[in-house]
């Protein structure tokens, strides 16, 4: 029987020549997976430690899908038999677990979506039981870039992932994820779509992330809007931990914008809240809530953060900074209770920084004494702050000794932007331009991808309108009549026409998936 | 002796009050300038600077007692009569003369009741020429005895018994003319839009049109509209000068005048124009010198403001304050025109240099009051109406070098950058649209509702709404 498995799992060799063709390679590796989901679980475990072994058969690279199926169930007997040498960090089975993740066939995997979550959910189980979390992130974070370079179609890992950074407070290592855009969230592709050209399968080498993580592909669980909301308020706090105020704060704007019925949810408080500070912290002036976002919730939301709204007014008095103290601890509790208490400090702290950066624009040299005069401290500590600012390139200035006295230090703002220590070259601005258009181009081939999926969607949509209208009283008598309804309304949605006629060679060929085409065909 | 009136009670509560009140002596002789207007405005001007200068008050209130005593406004006479009694009450004019007061309201009741009367005659004879005639009576006479709001009621309800354009435009003539004298400035505005939308042609129309841009800079000038004020002003035709009466009032006389015109149109031309501007609308235009030549020092003003002079030019003008503040309409905006010209003085004082030192600058603009130049420089570019850097260590004043380069450069990175992100905001929604998800209202709220409106439901039905 062992020799059987074996020979088994090795039918399948992505290598070899048969399977040049993308397509021939495509129905090979569905094949492949449907036989080993049929393969029952004790079959696995035979010659288990011994020279026979699978997994000491196969190479987790080549034969990826194979390794794959015999690594899940091995775990999950080991899990059951509670022989935690094997499977704790740095037991035999974690270390071909870990070595799995980051070797495997990303193309291969792209099939066995299913085994792949439970592998990946392994290791953050393993990691847990052992007593030591953070030891599932660079597995976990490996796995995910492996499968999907882009990591930008949003899975349920995204989140579990969040969330043992964020519990292990390692926010660095979330970084190389929550810094890739989510540009895809898994979506129905419909069956007719899946199954169609040469050039849409899903090992194409051209296969977007969002093409081959479904939601019935397995790689994800239902994802629910709480589950993206949840990503994103994390997500920010994770940018918080790194204190990257900016990419925090444009975190949590995509929170605010996500659609809604006229309704606001506690995330949405939550993100809402954190943005008004940090609102303080990223820009000098005051900026609006993304006009995509809905007014009604928006409005919901604000009249539930008041108290926060007026901090970050104080915050604009730079000439009464009293003024923040006093509404900062006035609201102490409430932030204790919200949670927010660090991030109003930062504000707090900040406001010092926001005025001096104010005097810069009227300013070209300024006594440290008049400024420690009007903030209210003295020279020495100014001074000192000063510094800090400067070294951690906050203020394109320098501090200078003067001949006279009664001046003593001056601060003395650069007003060309391309001299002292914040300054630029020219070939600095162009590399950060040309970085910026790479990002764009990529943003622009999302936005198509995106496009191509709505378009789905709407043929979708047209679909469930026809069957309804089947269902409808006129029944099956009125055959025929049921081709000049969709003529009709053919010309009455003129933007859809062309995808109706597109839509027509497909019909014999959904018949076979699509049990509700089916039932007209036969008809 | 005007100590002794500055001294008096009336001003000292009018400065306690933090109200305006005008110490120096103006430039001008008070029967002269008075001279120059008749009707309401003579009264209010009058009682203006009667009431704001310590140096005018007695001979102001004295014509304006004598003034009042001609007319029918009973309230008016007896406002100021005890005004002058605060001020100097061995003066023989603040004696209230209680019986003319008594006589002249008895007249004057008696009068209303027999033009309300006529008019009811009128309105049962269906004359509508008649009933016409008996509101614009009516809307006289509630003028003559102060009350606007019945005089501008009884004016407007003679639109119902217009039968030509001239009818329809001496109407809203004179209902400009009550705004007026109530300060309104919104329905001055309206009105005069009114008249200038009214059908009139040819001589008629021509007739009106300098009276039009006069009364429509006056309202801008008022609501703090300096660039559309100096713009009607210095459309405003010579032909105003001797306009023929319209609808019975002589507008240069009664409202405004050559004089005024010229004063207000180049103050607001000043405060809101740039030199080149002024050069070509105001030196440069032949049909305002008319008015110009009225008033030489404002000339001289614009004059030195185009050869750069600005101290200068701030000086001239500040000779004239208190004049200006003697001027009813010009007292309330003054100080921000004045205001608004010095900003602009120093703006453009400083467009040739990269560097002035803070002592120049406050030689050339010498502060009033106890700001200091620093002060004000430093509102100035808070403002942003001053591209400058003040340097306190060197007492500069420093014009920032521009890199217009590396700005541009900056400038496309930081809207890449915006316009990136709003993109990608946008397509997380629309992801999620097409995924159908959305926020909804809790299961909870919605079966409330749901009962809420079943109950509404049942209301209606059984013929409740």
């Not at chain 2, 120096?24 to 405005?41: M, R, V």
């Not at chain 2, 007739?207 to 801008?220: F, Q, W």
Request: aromatic residues 8%; contains cysteine.
């Amino acid at each position: 029987m062992t020799v059987e498995l074996s020979t088994l799992l090795l039918q399948f060799q992505p290598e070899s020549e048969d399977l040049k063709s993308r397509q021939k390679f495509d129905q090979a590796a569905k094949a492949f997976v449907k036989q080993l989901d049929n393969v029952s679980a004790p079959h696995w475990s035979k010659g288990a430690n011994t020279p026979q072994d699978v997994l000491e058969i196969l190479n987790p690279t080549v034969n990826s899908i194979a390794y794959a199926f015999a690594l899940r169930h091995r775990i999950s007997v080991a899990v059951d038999k509670k022989s935690t040498d094997a499977i704790q960090p740095g037991g035999a089975l974690w270390n071909k677990l870990v070595l799995f993740l980051e070797t495997f066939d990303p193309v291969q995997m792209r099939y066995a979506g299913q085994e792949y979550k439970k592998l990946v959910d392994y290791v953050e189980t393993l990691a847990r039981n052992a007593g030591s979390p953070g030891l599932a992130i660079a597995p976990i974070r490996s796995a995910m870039i492996r499968l999907d370079p882009t990591t930008g179609t949003f899975t349920s890992t995204h989140l579990d992932f969040v969330r043992l950074c964020l519990e292990t407070q390692s926010y660095a290592a979330a970084q190389p994820i929550l810094d890739n855009y989510i540009h895809s969230l898994p979506s129905q592709i419909p069956a007719a779509v899946r199954e169609g050209s040469e050039y849409s399968v899903v090992a194409a080498d051209v296969a977007r992330s969002g093409e081959f993580i479904h939601k019935n592909s397995g790689h994800s669980d239902k994802v629910t809007f709480v589950d993206v909301q949840e990503y994103y308020v994390l997500g920010a706090m994770a940018y918080l931990g790194l204190r990257q105020f900016k990419k925090a704060q444009q975190f949590l704007e995509h929170v605010l914008v996500m659609p809604s019925a006229n309704v606001a949810n506690g995330l949405m408080l939550e993100a809402y809240k954190k943005w008004v500070l940090l609102n303080c912290l990223v820009s000098d002036e005051p900026k609006a809530v993304p006009r995509s976002a809905n007014a009604t919730a928006i409005k919901q939301v604000r009249g539930a953060s008041k108290a926060y709204e007026a901090v970050a007014d104080a915050y604009g008095h730079l000439h009464n900074m009293s003024k923040l103290k006093a509404q900062i601890n006035a609201g102490a509790q409430t932030w204790a209770e919200d949670g927010n208490t660090g991030l109003v400090k930062a504000v707090l702290d900040s406001q010092m920084r926001a005025y001096v950066s104010r005097l810069s624009k009227t300013f070209s040299a300024i006594p440290v004494s008049n400024i420690a005069r009007n903030v209210g401290g003295s020279a020495d500590e100014t001074t000192q702050y000063l510094e800090t600012l400067i070294k951690e390139g906050h203020l394109n200035a320098r501090l200078e000794q003067t001949n006279k006295p009664e001046t003593g230090i001056v601060l003395r703002f650069y007003l060309d932007p391309t001299q002292g220590p914040l300054a630029k070259t020219e070939k600095q601005q162009q590399q950060a331009l040309f970085e910026q258009t790479l990002r764009t181009n990529a943003l622009a081939d999302q936005v198509r991808d995106a496009d191509y999926r709505l378009t789905l969607t709407k043929e979708f949509i047209e679909n469930l309108k026809r069957q309804q209208k089947r269902q409808g009283p006129s029944g099956d008598a009125m055959d025929t009549a049921w081709d000049d309804g969709v003529e009709e309304e053919d010309i009455m949605t003129h933007s859809h026409q062309h995808e109706a006629v597109v839509d027509r060679p497909h019909k014999k060929q959904k018949t076979g998936d699509d049990g509700t085409e089916l039932s007209v065909e036969v008809k | 002796m005007a100590s002794s009136i500055e001294q008096s009670a009336f001003f000292q509560q009018r400065i306690a009050k933090g109200a305006l009140v005008v110490k120096d002596p103006p430039k001008f002789d008070l029967e002269s300038y008075i001279a120059n207007y008749a009707g309401h405005t003579r009264m209010d001007r009058l009682h203006h600077i009667g009431s704001h200068s310590p140096y005018l008050a007695l001979d102001a209130y004295r014509l304006a007692i004598a003034e009042a005593k001609k007319g029918k406004n009973v309230n008016l006479y007896l406002q100021l009569a005890e005004e002058l009694g605060i001020i100097a009450p061995q003066d023989p004019a603040a004696l209230t003369d209680t019986t003319w007061a008594e006589k002249k309201a008895q007249e004057t009741q008696r009068e209303q009741d027999r033009l309300e009367h006529e008019l009811k005659s009128y309105k049962n004879n269906l004359i509508k020429e008649s009933i016409r005639m008996g509101n614009e009576d009516l809307g006289h006479f509630f003028y003559d005895i102060g009350d606007y709001s019945n005089s501008h009621k009884s004016y407007m309800k003679m639109r119902e018994s217009c039968t030509s354009n001239k009818h329809l435009a001496d109407m809203t003539l004179r209902l400009v003319y009550v705004s007026v004298a109530q300060k309104s400035w919104l329905a001055v505005q309206s009105n005069l839009a009114k008249v200038d939308a009214a059908q009139l042609k040819g001589e008629d129309k021509s007739k009106l049109e300098p009276i039009v841009s006069a009364c429509t800079g006056l309202a801008h000038m008022c609501i703090g509209n300096f660039k559309e004020a100096a713009t009607n002003f210095l459309g405003t035709l010579p032909a105003f000068l001797t306009a023929e009466p319209a609808a019975g009032i002589t507008w240069q006389k009664e409202v405004i005048s050559g004089n005024d015109v010229a004063v207000y149109g180049g103050l607001c031309a000043l405060a809101s124009m740039d030199r080149s501007e002024l050069q070509a609308k105001m030196l440069g235009n032949s049909e305002f010198r008319n008015f110009l030549e009225l008033e030489p020092h404002i000339r001289q003003a614009i004059n030195l403001f185009c050869n750069s002079k600005y101290s200068a030019c701030l000086d001239v003008l500040e000779g004239y304050r208190s004049d200006y503040l003697l001027d009813v309409y010009l007292s309330k905006v003054l100080s921000t025109i004045y205001g608004r010209i010095r900003t602009k003085s120093i703006v453009q004082y400083f467009i040739p240099f990269s560097c002035v030192t803070l002592d120049e600058m406050s030689s050339k603009f010498p502060v009033s009051g106890n700001v200091t130049i620093e002060e004000e420089l430093e509102h100035m570019i808070n403002d942003k109406t001053l591209e400058a850097r003040i340097d306190l260590v060197d007492r500069l004043l420093i014009s920032p070098p521009t890199n217009p380069r590396h700005d541009v450069h900056a400038d496309a990175l930081k809207m890449a950058e915006t316009y990136d992100h709003t993109l990608r905001l946008r397509l997380t929604r629309l992801n999620m649209q097409a995924a159908g998800m959305e926020i909804k209202a809790e299961k909870g709220s919605n079966e409330k509702m749901g009962v809420g409106e079943s109950l509404r439901g049942l209301g209606s039905k059984m013929g409740f709404s």
